[in-house]
């Protein structure tokens, strides 16, 4: 399973690059403007700079157009930008049709905004590379995100599409764990539940245990 961080911030995907276990990031226009990064050239460079930091990994870029020739101009320049970027993509008509433009063209998109099995199969048949069903905006509407995942699996594998199954907007450890049971390709989160992956009592209470008797045996040995 690809780990991908959600967010535009740098600090934290240099964190989690230093790691070792980032496979990705994904941004989108709300991200970007919570880093505070607005105007063409400063969100260009931006995507430069995350690429520079995920030497390897897929970076996500979003298009702000809703419109067929406004999201290829877009997509075609951020694609242009770095190896490394994704063009991302909203789950519309205008949308499926880019995503159709871009994968004949040999440019990777991510399908976003998807919120049901429905969606995620035209995804698929447009060719986009990643697709990405919002698990915990699905569970903010009491409907049940990773069952989302579970439908794309089967539909996904019944055929043989090659999209990546992109579990976004996941918000905490266990949609990671769900995710990975039911066997997403991808999952992107923020740090904080990537970070609470490592979490355990029983680590903490091991590890001080064998701290605690290995300085007593040195004591006692002096
Ligand atoms: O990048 C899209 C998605 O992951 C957004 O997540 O937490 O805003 O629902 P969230």
Do not use: W
Request: hydrophobic fraction near 45%; charged fraction near 20%; charge should be negative.
């Amino acid at each position: 399973m690809k780990f991908f961080i959600d967010t535009a911030n740098l600090e934290q995907i240099r964190e989690a690059q230093d790691l070792g276990i980032l496979d990705g990031v994904t941004t989108n226009p709300s991200l970007m403007a919570k880093e505070g990064i607005s105007g063409h050239d400063r969100v260009m460079k931006h995507y430069v700079d995350i690429c520079e930091i995920c030497v390897d990994g897929d970076v996500s870029a979003e298009v702000i157009a809703t419109d067929y020739d406004g999201i290829i101009r877009e997509g075609e320049a951020l694609a242009a930008l770095h190896a490394n970027i994704v063009v991302k993509v909203p789950m519309i008509k205008e949308g499926v049709k880019a995503i159709r433009y871009f994968s004949d063209k040999g440019i990777r998109t991510n399908c976003t905004l998807v919120f049901s099995a429905g969606q995620a199969l035209l995804a698929a048949k447009a060719g986009a590379s990643y697709v990405s069903p919002f698990i915990g905006r699905l569970d903010d509407v009491s409907t049940d995100g990773v069952q989302l995942i579970e439908q794309i699996r089967l539909i996904y594998d019944n055929y043989g599409f090659n999209t990546e199954i992109l579990a976004a907007s996941v918000r905490h450890p266990m949609h990671i764990i769900q995710c990975a049971e039911i066997g997403a390709d991808v999952m992107t989160g923020p740090l904080s539940a990537i970070l609470a992956l490592l979490k355990h009592p029983l680590t903490d209470h091991g590890l001080a245990q064998f701290l605690a008797d290995h300085r007593k045996a040195a004591d006692a040995s002096r």
